[in-house]
């Protein structure tokens, strides 16, 4: 199994205190990210070994989580800062050809016999920010965008593709209501905040503890102020590297 993270990442960190029900990857900022054990399944609800997976820092998966690998046909590509609950599911394929006499895979039985070419997914995407409730169902190629929130045992079908910062729940899924007004949305989506170090983080907490729904006004405020923090940040940043090169 292909596991991918960030470029700042230090490895695999076997004396975390979570190291006992996860792999627990450490990063240089003191980030960490967990994968739960026995996540990476085959349809035989053996350990898959093909496939690729990239998890993004300071996301966590709840135990008992699973994501199912027919091959190396698709990934699971999920980003920063996403909590998920217990017990997800991640269906990357198992899709069957419906356009034939019958659905069944006759090349499992053997004897010669054959089967039309099953069907593939696109690669399933979990963007920033996303919050999993326990026992989410997720099926190939479904794309959730930043900033969502997926309810407990929530249906993703396949090929589903939701709006940045809604809150979905049901079987299937369906948009109940955005977390914030249009233009905080546009302004968190310009922002970025999964994108810097814990550090810039810990510098801002206050920021991220304001209501961004009870004003407006004061919303796309605090949010400015962000931004031109973010900006000033990234350019010392720069003017650090250039000083070493």
């Not at 240089?28 to 996540?39: E, L, M, Q, V």
């Not at 997800?88 to 069944?104: P, R």
């Not at 310009?190 to 994108?195: F, P």
Request: proline share 4%; glycine share 10%; net charge negative.
């Amino acid at each position: 199994m292909n596991v991918v993270t960030s470029d700042d990442s230090v490895g695999v960190v076997p004396t975390h205190p979570l190291s006992k029900h996860f792999i627990v990857i450490g990063y240089r900022d003191g980030a960490y990210s967990t994968i739960p054990n026995n996540f990476f399944r085959n349809w035989l609800d053996e350990e898959a070994t093909q496939g690729t997976f990239h998890i993004g820092r300071c996301t966590i998966l709840g135990v008992g989580s699973i994501a199912r690998y027919d091959g190396n046909a698709q990934k699971l590509v999920i980003g920063k800062n996403v909590a998920g609950g217990m017990g997800l599911k991640f269906i990357l394929n198992a899709q069957h050809e419906m356009k034939t006499i019958s659905t069944t895979m006759f090349s499992i039985y053997g004897e010669g016999l054959t089967n039309a070419v099953m069907p593939q997914y696109a690669d399933t995407v979990i963007h920033n920010d996303v919050w999993i409730g326990d026992e989410a169902l997720f099926l190939g190629g479904s794309v959730v965008e930043s900033g969502c929130v997926i309810g407990a045992r929530t249906l993703i079908p396949p090929n589903f593709r939701s709006e940045p910062y809604g809150i979905y729940v049901g079987s299937p899924a369906r948009l109940v209501r955005f977390r914030f007004s249009e233009r905080v949305r546009e302004r968190l989506l310009d922002l970025a905040w999964w994108d810097m170090p814990l550090q810039w983080i810990k510098r801002n907490n206050d920021a991220f503890l304001v209501d961004l729904t009870a004003d407006e006004g004061r919303a796309l405020e605090v949010l400015g102020e962000l931004q031109r923090d973010k900006t000033a940040e990234l350019a010392n940043a720069n003017k650090v590297v250039a000083k070493g090169s």
